[in-house]
Every structure is written in C-alpha cells, then in structure tokens.
C-alpha cells in the first residue's frame, strides 16, 4: 500500500513523517506518473491558491478529480480540505478545486485578527479523547450536503460548534493540522481508510 502526499506546497514534510510514523510508505506528488502508482493522498496545509495554481501547472488538477471520482481515499488538512470542498468563499476567482466533498467552506474564517489558535475538538469515529487540535489562517465548514458526516466541532470559545472535521466517503477533511502536534490518530484513521480502499498487490 502506498500513500502519496501532494507535494507542490505546504507541509508536505511533516505529513510525511507522520505517515512514516504511523508504519506506510509514504512518497511525494508531483507528477501525473506519480498519482498513478499510490491508493491514497494526503494533501497538506499551506496556500489553497498556490496549491490550486500549481496542480494546473503540473498537470494535476484533471487527474486527481478523475481518482477521486474513481474511489481513491483522500484526507486533506486546512488548505487540503479547501482543496477538497466543492464550493470555496472568500477564494480568489481563479481559484481551482478538487471538487470531492460536498460541502461549503470560507477561507480564513477564524478571522484575520486570530491568525491562529488551539482549541479542543473530539472526532467521531477516533477514540482516546479530544484533540488538541491547531488552526492556522483555517477554513471552517459552512455548509454540508446530504451524505457528509460532521466529524467535529470546536468545542469551546468564540467559535464553538464550527464544524472542523467531515468525511464523505473515502473523502477525509479536516481544518486544523495533526501533522504539527505528534498525535498520529488521524493519520492512523487515514491510512485504515486506505487500507479498506486499497486493491490486494
Ligand atoms: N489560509 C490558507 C488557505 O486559504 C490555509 C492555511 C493553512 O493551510 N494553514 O489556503
């Protein structure tokens, strides 16, 4: 089983190391050949606009929406659930999406003041408590289609009950980065997902 991680900008380093450290062989995205030879991605945080301008660039765009649409198991984190939102507010017009869950996000909408914050947020489906989960300049769910499931909510504070955490599917998002703290559960979450996508090699 291989995941890859799109590897055009972000922290694509640290989703590696937590990828390794949850026991796969994790590789980087670039190119087309690339996406042809893993079951799952990981598309980290960063620079949604950058991340959307590069994968046209590199030929991306078309092919990751095609995987998507055929089942491949994608998790994206802060400017990957961005990527990975079917409707973008707040995006530049030019602004490109995966297109994979059915939901609405707003970029930056924590508000520009608080460029970033920890707060605690208790995800359905992953026992052992709360995270203790980090958001940087993150997007919030603001809306969701019929088959999303709402995964977590901010749990405290001026945001309380933002929706932070959805899965669709194979489809995996989440607003806060658990590649930046060493709580490997949702990484291990994911890669369970892929696991039970994954075709026998
Ligand atoms: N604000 C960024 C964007 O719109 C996301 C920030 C992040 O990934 N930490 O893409």
């Known amino acids: 089983m291989n995941i890859g991680v799109l590897a055009l900008q972000g922290d694509v380093r640290e989703h590696l190391a937590a990828l390794a450290e949850s026991d796969v062989l994790a590789r980087p ?11 799952g991605l990981v598309i980290p945080g960063g620079e949604s606009t950058a991340i959307s301008k590069l994968a046209v660039a590199f030929g991306l765009l078309d092919p990751i929406r095609k995987r998507i649409a055929d089942g491949m198991p994608v998790y994206g984190s802060c400017a990957g659930m961005i990527m990975l939102a079917r409707t973008v507010l707040d995006g530049r017009p030019d602004q490109e999406s995966f297109h994979g869950i059915d939901m609405t996000v707003r970029r930056n909408a924590f508000g520009r003041q608080v460029d970033s914050f920890e707060a605690s947020v208790e995800i359905d489906g992953i026992e052992g408590g709360p995270f203790h989960a980090v958001f940087i300049r993150a997007p919030w769910v603001e809306e969701t289609g019929g088959d999303v499931r709402v995964l977590g909510r901010v749990a405290e504070g001026a945001a309380a009950g933002r929706i932070v ?37």
């Open 165 to 201: 955490a959805v899965r669709q599917g194979n489809l995996l998002a989440t607003a806060f980065h658990p590649e930046l703290t060493g709580d490997l559960r949702v990484h291990r979450y994911f890669v369970e997902m892929v696991r039970q996508a994954a075709p026998v090699r």
């Open 29 to 39: 995205v670039r190119r087309p050949e690339e996406l042809d030879g893993v079951d």
